[in-house]
T-cell receptor, first 110, second 115 residues
Framework: DAGVTQSPTHLIKTRGQQVTLRCSPI?????VSWYQQVLGQGPQFIFQ???????GRGNFPDRFSARQFPNYSSELNVNALLLGDSALYLC?????????FGPGTRLTVT | GENVGLHLPTLSVQEGDNSIINCAYS??????FIWYKQESGKGPQFIID?????DKRQGQRVTVLLNKTVKHLSLQIAATQPGDSAVYFC??????????????FGKGTKLTVNP
């Protein structure tokens, strides 16, 4: 079975631009969560979606938004990029409590 | 509050030795904990989990111990191999009133296995 997939793998953007990251969960998983991992730190929770509804939101500004589609895939959008948004963005899918992570998208903002 | 941290940022062991990675948590209401392994350039990989109604859980070469009295979690890796070299995170699963479940991670311990 395929695990969680994310695209793109790497991305370079300039300050002020907007970015969209994509995630496909494990087949059968209805919940998708997004995390930001800054170099040298543990992942920080951004959003959780379940059955296309936002279930939870971490301490991130409104520049961050997300959505989940009928097939349970998800997109994370970040507007007005700042240098500090440079990080590894991880998507995790879950059926129950166990969350399984994808390989991440490495975003670099210059 | 929610605070999951690790005692040691780095750990270096010899191949074949046993490794112990520690973790402290502060939310006594937490009832589910997970250990993840993260290799360079990859996403966290699920290793083993434990619920608060257990003190110990064993997997293949790994054991997780939970001490709720002192809010301490540890991961034991038996016969450590070079392929075990990675950053290890403990994560605390928290659930809010809206039903959202999120993982609260510590900073991680970098394990280096010397041949």
């Amino acid at each position: 079975d395929a695990g969680v997939t994310q695209s793109p793998t790497h991305l370079i953007k300039t300050r002020g631009q907007q970015v969209t990251l994509r995630c496909s969960p494990i087949s059968g998983h209805k919940s998708v969560s997004w995390y930001q991992q800054v170099l040298g730190q543990g992942p920080q929770f951004i959003f959780q979606y379940y059955e296309k509804e936002e279930r939870g939101r971490g301490n991130f500004p409104d520049r961050f938004s997300a959505r989940q589609f009928p097939n349970y895939s998800s997109e994370l959008n970040v507007n007005a990029l700042l240098l500090g948004d440079s990080a590894l963005y991880l998507c995790a899918s879950s059926l129950w409590a166990e969350q399984y992570f994808g390989p991440g998208t490495r975003l670099t903002v210059t | 509050g929610e605070n999951v941290g690790l005692h040691l940022p780095t750990l270096s062991v010899q191949e074949g030795d046993n490794s112990i990675i520690n973790c402290a948590y502060s939310n006594s209401a937490s009832d589910y904990f997970i250990w993840y392994k993260q290799e360079s350039g990859k996403g966290p990989q699920f290793i083993i989990d434990i619920r608060s109604n257990m003190d110990k859980r064993q997997g293949q070469r790994v054991t997780v111990l939970l001490n709720k009295t002192v809010k301490h979690l540890s991961l034991q890796i038996a016969a450590t191999q070079p392929g075990d070299s990675a950053v290890y995170f403990c994560a605390e699963n928290t659930q809010d009133q809206g039903g959202s479940e999120k993982l609260v991670f510590g900073k991680g311990t970098k394990l280096t296995v010397n041949p």
